[in-house]
């Protein structure tokens, strides 16, 4: 499935504007779901887009963003903490709910994983949560520059190394975080949570995983990630995890409600409007299943190729198979027929063999690539004999076109 990302922006909870991307799948969404990367990350990290994109593959669009201070975000970082980051997320579900439609799942990895948790009861319609490697308690995360505690708790801040990055931890964020208190808002969660952690993971033990579990109630999942570590940055790990959320998730979303698929008829084509997005079409010919669409410029999904598309691909497909029957014919060694269309409109008086002489006509060009041990006076017989391909003679012939409505 054809998956597209646009880049975003919105207010964040101080009134700066935080940077966001928002994964899309073709067609229309069977939900929305937020995404909450790990502490000092970016939305542009590996695990998050990858699993924004396997999440749009399986039809959920997802929307990502950089808390405050971080990646393209507007702010301080030295400014925020975990209260702020639970605030971001609410005003990033705000956003959704007014752009598109509230998220229904919230997803967290690591730290992010327990903002989900507390900004969850903030997000009255989401229905499943799901963690990634999250601390139990978010005070968890000092562990990561314990070296320089002391330092903060004297002078009030001090600049420390994550991630071989430098950022400013002052005190304000150490007394936040001593306060977040998560095990209440786990227990009175009232959505569906799913756990994911890695029994090796390094960074966030696993026990972190068994008291977010044990505080949780029904229904509740757990799923071991293995021998991963904590950023998911195997490919192979992220994919499982985003594979087996979709799946999961789809139990708590409800089923959307799916046409009667288009049966084809011997000897014509139907065509109908699929409901999804502004122009795509489903199409049957025969027995066989196609689908058309407009490019994203023109306003649609591109989930399928354009009215013109199909046409030069039927033109095209026409004179290889004509061009294959005539070579078989005279015994030729033509060993492959490509082509290469285009269709474009330009101006009557710039056509001296058209009969149109004013406004504009259509003009397609083919291009014929002949493989094979040819001479020629073989190539020059075949670039004639494409002229008389049937859809040829249809398009520079008298066509009639009788509409009715049934």
């Known amino acids: 499935m054809a998956v597209r990302s646009e880049k975003l922006s919105f207010p964040g ?19 929305f779901a937020l995404f909450a990367h790990c502490f000092t990350c970016t939305k542009d990290i590996f695990a998050a887009a990858r699993i924004a994109q396997a999440l749009a593959e399986a039809g959920i669009a997802v929307l990502r963003f950089d808390f405050t201070g971080l990646g393209h975000s507007d702010g301080e970082f030295a400014n925020t903490n975990f209260s702020s980051n639970v605030a971001d997320l609410v005003k990033a579900a705000d956003f959704l709910r007014e752009a598109h439609e509230a998220p229904k799942i919230l997803i967290g990895h690591s730290l992010g994983g327990a903002a989900v948790l507390a900004a969850a009861a903030r997000v009255p319609e989401a229905v499943a949560v799901a963690t990634i490697g999250a601390p139990a308690d978010p005070a968890h995360v000092a562990h990561t520059f314990q070296s320089s505690r002391a330092e903060i708790e004297a002078k009030g801040e001090a600049e420390v190394l994550l991630a071989g990055r430098p950022f400013t931890i002052k005190k304000q964020f150490l007394d936040d975080i001593a306060e977040q208190k998560l095990a209440h808002a786990v227990a009175e969660l009232r959505k569906a949570l799913i756990v994911f952690h890695a029994p090796q993971d390094q960074t966030v033990g696993i026990e ?13 999942s757990f799923v071991s990630l293995d021998d991963a570590d904590h950023l998911l940055s195997r490919k192979a790990d992220a994919i499982y995890t985003a594979e087996v959320l979709a799946a999961w998730a789809g139990r708590y979303l409800g089923v ?6 288009l049966k084809g008829e011997a000897g014509a084509v139907l065509v109908r409007e699929t409901g999804e997005g502004k122009f795509m079409q489903e199409i049957a010919a025969g027995p066989h299943a196609l689908r058309a669409d407009e490019p994203l410029d023109v306003g649609g999904d591109d989930t399928g190729p354009g009215p013109y598309d199909l046409l030069l691909a039927g033109l095209g497909a026409c004179t290889a198979m004509t061009l294959r029957l005539y070579a078989a014919r005279k015994g030729w060694p033509l060993e492959r027929v490509s082509l290469r269309l285009k269709h474009d409109k330009i101006h009557a008086q710039d056509c001296a063999d058209c009969e149109t002489v004013a406004g504009k006509l259509d003009r397609i060009t083919r291009k014929l690539t002949l493989e094979g041990d040819l001479s020629g006076e073989q190539r020059a017989k075949l670039l004639e004999i494409a002229d008389k391909c049937p859809v040829h003679r249809s398009l520079t012939g008298e066509v009639v076109i009788e509409t009715t409505q049934s």
């Not at 909870?13 to 939900?31: E, K, S, T």
């Not at 972190?208 to 509740?220: M, R, T, V």
């Not at 959307?256 to 698929?261: F, L, R, V």
């Open 13 to 31: 909870a101080d009134g700066g504007i935080l940077a966001a991307r928002l994964d899309l799948p073709a067609g229309r969404p069977r939900a």
């Open 208 to 220: 972190n995983a068994g008291h977010i579990f044990a505080a949780a109630k029904h229904p509740k």
């Open 256 to 261: 959307m409600p799916q046409a009667t698929p």
